[in-house]
């Protein structure tokens, strides 16, 4: 008699978590565009406030209804998780100068920097934590850090003529979220291998991040009063920042940082020039105009669909 073979056992697909990656990228993708809007007109410091405390409601409902926490766990586990508060060390340190570097410099220039950041996330994955980095990451990153650059500099003969001292102050505050980011990948990624609510996580950052900008408001002196004076624009840019890109854009990267490598999703960054391009278009009116700027733009599509399909069979 014939014994059944055995049915091979099935993996959980990663593919919604790339998907959610994806979506992820291209709402964060906005965020230069739409702040840069925003604080036109909005107090920088105060916006980030009111951003934050819609971040800390909606992962404190996230954590109570979809993740099924008590108040006593959530409290628990906020005492107890040391990695959470490291976490919020540089969420607060990405936050703060992310949005020093949007005000001082082109917001195309800032995510150009962002775009860096895969090739520190894979060096921290293999060097820090000991973690395998995806297959073809490297030649994939460098690629698209290419098809990048090409896409946001219009005239290569200009380009040192183009930076002020306050651009490359903007600059180097930029790396310098850069460099956050790319610890706070490695980090999320942690914290979900320790079972950690991502709805908890989200509500952390934004109790460490509150009184951050609080602080930061008074010493620089905004003037809150310039709320009752912003336009209607002004006002569609505020919300967008503060509800698709810090509330739904912090839940869905920090899920789909818990289903697959940080060093995977991270090399989907490229596609945050999309919609930054896109926004930047119709909001601030930046345009494509040289052959080498489509260039780069295909060059980073082809890439970042190359290297999935790669990685997927």
């Known amino acids: 008699m014939r014994q059944a073979s055995p049915r091979p056992s099935t993996a959980p697909s990663i593919w919604p978590y790339i998907w959610l990656g994806v979506v992820g990228h291209l709402i964060w993708g906005s965020y230069p565009v739409l702040a840069k809007r925003a604080i036109q007109e909005a107090p920088k410091f105060s916006m980030l406030v009111f951003a934050w405390l819609m971040v800390v409601a909606g992962g404190l409902i996230v954590a109570r209804v979809r993740d099924g926490l008590s108040w006593r766990q959530m409290a628990h586990t906020l005492m107890r998780t040391r990695t959470l508060w490291l976490l919020s060390l540089f969420v607060v340190t ?28 894979a060096l921290l994955g293999a060097w820090v934590f000991d973690q395998p980095t995806p297959r073809f990451t490297y030649g994939a990153l460098v690629l698209g850090t290419i098809g990048s650059a090409l896409v946001l500099v219009e005239d290569w003969s200009q380009l040192q003529a183009n930076f002020t001292g306050q651009d490359l102050l903007g600059l180097g505050t930029a790396m310098t979220s850069m460099l956050a980011l790319a610890m706070y990948f490695q980090l999320v990624r942690r914290s979900h291998l320790q079972h950690t609510s991502g709805g908890l996580i989200m509500a952390q950052q934004g109790l460490s991040a509150l009184p951050v900008f609080l602080l930061l408001s008074w010493l620089s002196g905004e003037n809150w009063g310039a709320w009752t004076s912003i336009s209607l624009g002004g006002w569609l840019a505020v919300l967008a920042v503060i509800f698709l890109v810090q509330v739904a854009g912090n839940l869905i990267q920090i899920t789909a940082l818990g289903g697959v490598s940080p060093a995977l999703v991270t090399n989907m960054m490229a596609l945050r020039l999309i919609s930054a391009l896109v926004l930047g278009w119709l909001i601030l009116g930046e345009k494509l105009h040289t052959p080498w700027q489509w260039l780069g733009f295909v060059v980073v599509i082809a890439t970042v669909t190359l290297y999935l399909h790669l990685q997927r069979t």
């Open 94 to 121: 990405r936050s703060v100068t992310n949005v020093l570097a949007i005000d001082l410099t082109r917001a195309l220039w800032v995510q150009l920097i962002n775009l860096m950041a895969p090739f520190v996330v």
